[in-house]
């Protein structure tokens, strides 16, 4: 998995020093424009994006888009990936490890339970104007602490965290209970099919096949992920065929060969053909490809 330091020289060319640990941070976008690919990470990322640009996110089984006055929660060990952006991308990112929270005063089982974050729903919630200036103003102070270095800086941050941990559990329960997709057959199946995807994509990769184990005609089932995401079933199908392809071929040692039978083709030639449709490269290319 991908560590905070890691991540920083990667993605957003800011280099530590092989002294230096990071345990959290927050640093400042605007109009950023490289996509992230299929990434696990070993820390957890919040992204509060401010005005302007928008940008398409996959977390786990969720596809999603953060826009302005959003904020959003990527938990460690979860494969995701942001791309699409448009317009001016301004957004404030948090980075910690769950390590460093734990090291406040605030009981274990509490801690844990501000730390969950529930897999059934997208970590996306819209903010009222008064909660943004709030979230805003906390991660200006992380930034300030981390950035002075002034004595207890660090336990001046965890304590800004877990007020912006306890307040992004407030506004998950609010706009949970708020929501009429707690009742909408449509999410349900909707729902019900990312997960047998998110399970299953190795084995079935036709609507067909996951109709079928779901005891729906595939007409319905189209319909249903059509209505409540926008894409195609077969689309969120190939998604996460190729954001587990996009993983391997990155940071896995396997030859695409193996590859490929891991992802359940039946063939390495089927599978370069199915890449290539979609990422317009060959996975050999891909692989060599600079990655910015």
Known sequence: MTSIEDFLSEYFDILQSDADEVNCCVISLKDYRYAIDAVKLNFYLVVLCRRGGACNVTVGQHDFSISSSTISIIPPQTLFSIKNFSGTFVADLLF?????????????????????????????????????????????????????????????????????????????????????????????????????????????????????????????????????????????????????????????TLSVKNISDKLGFTSTSSFSRFFKSVKGVSPIHYREKPKN
């Open 96 to 252: 910690f490890k769950s390590d460093f929270i734990k090291k406040g005063f605030v009981k274990s089982e509490v801690m844990e339970e501000l730390l969950l974050i529930n897999p059934d729903y997208p970590p996306i919630f819209d903010l009222e104007e008064t909660k943004f200036q709030d979230f805003s103003y906390k991660f200006a102070k992380i930034k300030d602490e981390t950035e002075s270095q002034s004595p207890f800086c660090l336990e001046v941050s965890r304590l800004y965290i877990l007020q912006i941990l306890y307040d992004y559990n407030r506004v998950c329960k609010l706009c949970l209970l708020n929501s009429d997709k707690l009742i909408n057959r449509q999410y349900q199946v909707m729902y019900a099919f990312r997960k047998l995807v998110d399970k299953n994509f190795h084995q079935y990769k036709t609507v067909k096949e996951y109709a079928g184990l779901m005891y729906l005609s595939s007409k319905y089932l189209s319909e249903c992920v059509k209505n409540q995401t926008g894409i195609s079933a077969l689309d969120l199908i190939q998604n996460r065929i190729m954001l587990e392809a996009t993983l391997l071929l990155k940071y896995a």
